[in-house]
């Protein structure tokens, strides 16, 4: 079993910036990707962000390209999303994935992740 757990959420205004961070815990051994995802009222949970557990390989989708970065620290178990150039369409619950176990080109599919936790939310303002 894994418990991941997010942190850093709150609310900006658009050309700002957020750090979010996900701690997991338990058996991550068997994850060879986590991942953030989001999701906005009415609309379905999408792949922002995903990281190569092992060797650190990066996705993302194309929305979050050249201003969203993961990373991730291995001796903590912890993942990061630094969001910079927040627009207004980034407002969402966030939420951290863990215990993936495919191959890349299905780092940014929900159906990868075994692991949820429990969102955190994101407003940015125009």
């Known amino acids: 079993q894994v418990h991941v757990a997010e942190s850093g959420g709150g609310s900006v205004q658009a050309g700002g910036s957020l750090r979010l961070s996900c701690a997991a815990s338990?058996?991550?051994?068997?994850?060879?990707?986590m991942a953030w995802f989001r999701q906005a009222p009415g609309k379905e949970r999408e792949g922002v962000a995903a990281?190569?557990?092992?060797?650190?390989?990066?996705v993302y989708a194309d929305s979050v390209k050249d201003r969203f970065t993961i990373s991730q620290d291995n001796a903590k178990n912890t993942v990061y999303l630094q969001m910079n150039n927040l627009k207004p369409e980034d407002t969402a619950m966030y939420y951290c994935?863990?215990?993936?176990?495919?191959?890349?080109?299905?780092?940014?599919?929900?159906?990868?992740?075994?692991?949820w936790g429990q969102g955190i939310q994101v407003t940015v303002s125009s």
């Open positions: 994935a863990a215990g993936g176990s495919g191959g890349r080109a299905y780092a940014l599919w929900k159906g990868l992740y075994k692991y």
């Open positions: 990281i190569s557990t092992g060797g650190g390989s990066t």
């Open positions: 338990g058996n991550t051994y068997s994850s060879t990707y």
